[in-house]
């Protein structure tokens, strides 16, 4: 959990003196709300809690919850995720993994509700995004909230919450998040090492991890920019150094770059990168414009295969290497 979080756990604790079969865990994009939730899953299952009712981190349930072997707690996230945490994406990650929750992951659950807990104490199935069920998966999952066994605990959590079936929401009690506190969320954000954290902050909507993924994403744009304006650019290189970034989001930034050099060209103006002005200005000198024009093209072609291209390595460099060309490299 973090301290951003307080406000919700308090709520949480008032909340829980009557705990239901099922809970709703509904927060902001970017407020952590998958954290919470396994804060509050890990609560449930410690043995010792603390007095304000969190994991106390010590006792052996806490252990197992920790290394993600507990025997009475069931996490359900799509494969992509699972896979994301569980190991790097391996070299031989040749099948895509699946960004729903499969039908038969909800079904699997059917044999750890059917025996007794292992440590007489609470059962916990923690499914995140639970909007990542599509309906059939949704309606499988419903026989289980109408009936569980004792001592069992649902938490559904979710962004999203119009997304689920009206019959999933209702057989759930509806636990909205507290907004992230202002103060410690921009502690936290310093710590990360975010620059102008209020700024940033305010611009993702007061959600602390939104602020964080998409700082660092303006950290990557920035880097490609000026790799883009070095006089002798590497393709190879420059496409090695952004592998991680999404190509949906690289090809925009060369559309939008591009689209610079052509009205820098043709009105001495740009619109998208005002502190890079002169750069542009001085770039656009070297380029043709109906060139600049046939590359537009090619990126917005590109950007439509963006999600699924063969080779994301050669996508890049191809078109890295067609952008030096149009900017009279050899
Ligand atoms: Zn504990």
Redesign the pocket.
Known sequence: MFKWQRKSWERWTQAVSNLPHAVLVHGGDGWGEFEFARAVAQSLL????KPDRS?????A??GWFSQGNHPDFRLVVPESMAAESAEEEGAESGKKKSDQVRIEQVRDLAGFLAVGTHRAGARVILIYPAEAMNPNTQNALLKNLEEPPPGTVFLLVTAQPDRLLPTVRSRCLKFPMAAPDASEALRWLKEQGVEHPEAALAAFGGAPLATLSGAGSERDRLAFIEGLRRPEFDPIALAESVQRVPLWDLVGWLQRWSFDLLLARSSGEVRYHLSQEKSVLEISQRCEPAKVAGYLRTLAQARALARHPLNPKLFVEDLLLQYRRLVGQP
């Open positions: 410690c043995e010792n809690p994991a106390c981190g010590r006792c349930a806490c």
